[in-house]
């Protein structure tokens, strides 16, 4: 699918294009890493929010956020 970066996205049509569930979408949202618009109780995505995902250098700084996340919850845990 391609992502045109002057179209809106739904949630579930995002959570496609990036093969990630939707916990892990909702997760990437509430860290600021990707931007939304919430409209009632319905997110919307801009496509350049998207392509900025995509992106290498986001994505470094999506796994970084991502394992001390997974650390902080493995701290908890032990």
Do not use: C, F
Not at 32 to 50: C, D, F, M, N, V
């Amino acid at each position: 699918m391609e992502v045109n970066g002057k179209e809106i996205y739904t949630l579930e049509e995002t959570q496609n294009i990036l093969k990630v569930s939707r916990s892990t979408l909702l997760r990437l949202i509430k860290k600021g890493l990707i931007k939304t618009a919430k409209i009632g109780r319905q997110y919307r995505i801009w496509g350049t929010e998207i392509l900025h995902v995509m992106s290498p250098v986001l994505e470094d700084k999506i796994r970084k956020k991502y394992y001390n996340g997974r650390r902080w919850v493995h701290k908890e845990i032990d």
